[in-house]
């Protein structure tokens, strides 16, 4: 039998072993603390240090993107020439407008064109609601509803922009199938059709924007659902490396207008489709100040458009020449707004200006009487989960039906822009108009991202969004 003084013994070892051990290693970890004090360092502004980071170097080749590749590779082709407008005829003047439709027939020159006079009114055949438009060029006719959603529907009208307009307010698929009682793949059905006829609009409308500051900010929908503990971090993290359900969202912080949203993955490939949607919706000299949060992605994105190749001066007389570098544009500014989160709670926000001067994004910046800051799109981020069921609070809309997220999003973005007056563009009526019942006198003329930014007079319903007919060509331009 063992005595009980060996195993003693065996145990004063141990404890002296782990000691031993504890003393090797306690000193490196309190060398990478910073709570050790070493020596006294002179004080820094610490702003500053983090404003300031080291110039960047440029990049051995022009980041590829995918779109930018597939745009190369089939090119759209453009628009052909504008024939000459249909002078009118002697007769009774024209009582309805056709200057917002044009000719859909493949093979008629004035296909496309708007308000060449080229169309007459004939009446609503067999007493239907629709009116049909008769092209004098080519003799063919087309109803007005042509190329739009409703078009071939036996539905009604009144249905289906309600059935739009409860998906645009924020009622998930499903609860909009019940509330209207038709099948959700009915539901969701009319929704693709939609969003493919608003990204249309969207593309018409939208385009040649100058803004003077883009800011871009990516959401998740999982993370709020930590956030109201309905799900565990654990489980949330793990669903979304399954799915990619990052929502990333362009806006222009001062007209308060969407620029792009897409869905997807947070990397760079998807960094670059929403910059280069962004790119695609301003004027080709505009280069805006943007700022984001601190993706490393969103920067090797932005050098993509922003980008031009710059030979390096050489450092030694002999030896070959230094290869050119990808550097960003001299007009390029660009600030991240840097947030640590620590246990879910933000512990420091700190800004770094990535290119351009500190004085020029604040003198950008200025003129709004605004600093460094992603606020906006993250206000816009929370009408957005208000509006877009699929990326709410609610996990199970999210996990089970992802069919749609991007159509919902398409959605919201001619929703937003074009039919939601916002309380902070408003502006004052030069007098104020009495109200038919006893209220107070109206004083505010409500107003839309797209009226304050000038591309429209009023504010659009959802019914004529819808009833837009997009031509397949821009306007020229001057007409
Ligand atoms: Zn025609």
Redesign the pocket.
């Known amino acids: 039998m063992i005595p009980h003084l060996f195993y003693y013994q065996l145990v004063i070892l141990g404890l002296l072993w782990l000691c031993v051990m504890l003393h090797l290693t306690w000193p490196s970890r309190a060398a990478m603390s910073p709570q050790k004090p070493v020596e006294p360092e002179p004080i820094k502004p610490k702003r500053k240090h983090s404003i300031e980071s080291k110039p960047f170097e440029g990049l051995p080749q022009k980041p590829p993107c995918a779109l930018c590749a597939h745009e190369a590779a089939h090119p759209t082709p453009s628009s052909p020439v504008r024939p000459a407008p249909i002078p009118p005829t002697n007769g009774r003047p024209r009582e309805v407008e056709t200057s917002r439709h044009f000719?859909p027939?493949p093979h008629?020159d004035?296909?496309g064109w708007l308000g060449l006079g080229?169309l007459r009114a004939n009446g609503h055949p067999n007493g239907g609601p629709w009116r049909q438009f008769h092209?004098t060029?080519?003799k063919?006719s087309f109803p007005e509803h042509h190329g739009t959603l409703f078009h071939g529907k036996r539905v009604s009208v009144d249905r289906i922009v309600h059935v739009i307009g409860c998906l645009a307010e924020g009622l998930g698929i499903r609860g909009t199938a019940r509330v209207f009682e038709v099948a959700p793949n009915t539901v969701l059905q009319w929704l693709v059709e939609a969003a493919e006829q608003l990204q249309a609009f969207s593309r018409y409308v939208l385009h040649d924007v100058r803004v003077r500051q883009g800011q871009l900010d990516e959401l998740c929908a999982l993370l709020s659902a930590v956030k109201a503990r309905e799900v565990s971090a654990a489980e949330a993290i793990e669903r979304l490396e399954r799915s990619p359900q990052w929502v990333w969202v362009a806006m222009d912080p001062e007209r308060k207008r969407l620029l792009a949203i897409d869905v997807g993955n947070r990397t760079l490939a998807m960094a670059q489709r929403v910059v280069h949607q962004v790119v695609q919706v301003l004027a080709p000299d505009c280069v805006p100040l943007l700022l984001t949060d601190g993706v490393r992605e969103s920067l090797t994105a932005l050098l993509t458009p922003y980008g031009h190749w710059l030979q390096p001066p050489r450092r030694q007389a002999t030896g070959p020449a230094p290869k050119p570098r990808w550097l960003p544009l001299p007009q390029l500014r660009y600030a991240q707004v840097v947030k640590t989160v620590r246990r879910r709670r933000l512990v420091r926000v700190s800004h770094r200006v990535v290119f351009g001067t500190l004085e020029a994004v604040e003198q950008v910046l200025a003129a709004c009487g605004w600093h460094i800051n992603t606020a906006f799109v993250e206000r816009l981020n929370l009408n957005l989960r208000q509006h877009v069921a699929a990326i709410g609070r609610r996990v199970t809309t999210l996990c089970k039906h992802e069919a749609g997220i991007r159509q919902q999003l398409a959605l919201y973005q001619v929703y937003y822009n074009f039919c939601l007056p916002l309380a902070c563009l408003r502006q004052p009526l030069p007098q104020p108009v009495l109200t038919n019942g006893t209220g107070s006198a109206k004083q505010w003329r409500p107003c839309t991202p797209a009226m304050a930014a000038g591309l429209t007079d009023r504010v659009w319903t959802l019914r004529e969004v819808l009833l837009f007919r997009v031509p397949p060509w821009p306007p020229p331009a001057g007409v």
């Open positions: 000719c027939h008629c004035y296909r080229n092209c060029a080519c063919g």
